[in-house]
C-alpha cells in the first residue's frame, strides 16, 4: 500500500503543483474564497468524487467511501483563505490579486488535500470505512471557518471518529514532518480595553480625571495577571500591541484606548484570566472616577493534540518517510481554528516542513516572501493518504 500511494503521489505531483499555483496566484480572503471554492468543487467533479459545497459559506464537505463504509469514518481538513499582504514573491504563480497572498500556506493545504483525495480515491478498493475531507473558509478570522463548519453540521452524518490537517512549516526542510503530543499551540483572545474619564487643560489635572496616568496603571498592574496569578507550568502571554488617546502635550483627553491578546494553552485558566483583567481594570478604573469598557470576544480555544493519535499518526510518519524524518515539535504560542474540531473529537495537527536546507524558502509564514519547496507537495499528499488509511483501521 505505501508504494502504491508513493507511485501515485508521484504520478499526480505535477497535475497537485498546478492546481497549487492557481489557488496560489487567486487568492481570496477569509469568508470570501468564492473562486477558490468553486475550483476545488471543479476539481473534485473532475476526480469523480462527491461533496457539499456552501457549507458555512464556501466550505466544501467531500466523502470518499472504501469498501464496507459503515466500518470508521476519519475526516481529513484544509484551509482555503489568504491574508491581507502584498505578496513580494515575482514567481510566475505570484497573486494576481494585488494585496491579498497565500503566505500561510493554505493554498499547499488545500492543494495536499486534493492530491490526497485523488490517492485515496484510486486506492479505495483496497481499504475499509469512509474519509470526509473538510475545505474550510477563514481560518484566519474570528470567529474562525472552523466553528463554522461545525454549526453548519459539517461533522455529522457520518461523523468521524478522529480528524487530522497537516500545516507547511518553513522552519523545517523538506522532507521533515513534525508532531507535538498534547497541548501544542494556545488559545487566542484579543482584548479591547476603553478608560473614559473626564478631559480637560493638562494645566489644571485636579479637575480632570486623566484616563492616561489611569491606562498607564493598568497596563502595569494587568502583567501581575501572568507574573503571579498564571500557574509557571502553564504557558500565558499578555500582550498590549496598541494605545491610543489624547491630542497634544497640555490637553488631557476623554479617553484612552488599549488592545491586546491573551495567549495560554488551558481552557480554565483562560476563563480565570479574562475575569482577573476585567476585575483589574475595573478596579484601578473605579478607584480613580473612571470608568472602564472591557471587550474579550471569544477567540480560538487552545490547540491540543491527542497523545493517543498523534503518538500513532508519528509512527506511521516514521515507517513512512523514515525514522530521523520525523522530529518533536515545540508549543507555539500562536492559534489555529483547527483546535474547534478538536473540542469535539480527537484530532492531530501536524507540520510538513518546506524549506530547502534551511537555506532557501525561510522567510516565515504571514511574511510577503513566503513560499515552499514544492517537494512538500508530494510528501504532503501521500503522508496525508497513509495516515488516513492507517487511522481508519485503528478504530
Ligand atoms: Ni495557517
Known sequence: MQTTIKQLAHQFFSEIQAIRHHIHAHPELS??????????????????????TGVAGTGIVALIKGKNPDHNCIALRADMDALPILEANDCSYASKNKGVMHACGH???????????????ATKDNWEGTIKLL??????????GASLMIADKALENPKPNAIYALHVYPHLPVGYVGFKSGQYMASADEIYITIKGKGGHAALPHQT??????????????????SRKANPLIPSVLSFGKIEGGFATNVIPEEVKILGTFRTMDETWRAEAHRLIKEITEGICQSYGAKADIEIPIGYPSLYND?????????????FLGKEQVIT?????????????????????????????????TAPVHNDRFDIDERALEIGMSMMAWIAINALNTK
Open 307 to 319: 497523545p493517543t493519535l498523534t503518538e500513532k499518526a508519528s509512527a506511521w510518519a516514521a515507517d
Open 31 to 52: 469568508f470570501q474564497e468564492f473562486e477558490t471554492a468553486q475550483f476545488i468543487s471543479n476539481k473534485l467533479n473532475e476526480f469523480g468524487i462527491e461533496h457539499k
Open 135 to 144: 475545505f474550510q473558509p477563514g481560518e484566519e478570522k474570528h470567529p474562525g
Open 209 to 226: 480625571t486623566d484616563p492616561i496616568s489611569i491606562a498607564a496603571q493598568v497596563l502595569v498592574a494587568l502583567q501581575q495577571i501572568v
Open 329 to 361: 515539535l515545540d508549543k507555539r504560542m500562536a492559534g489555529e481554528d483547527f483546535s474547534f474540531y478538536t473540542q469535539h473529537m480527537p484530532g492531530c495537527f501536524f507540520r510538513i516542513g518546506t524549506n530547502t536546507n534551511n537555506e532557501k524558502f
Open 107 to 121: 493554498d499547499v493545504h488545500s492543494a495536499c488535500l486534493l492530491g490526497t483525495a485523488k490517492i485515496l480515491h
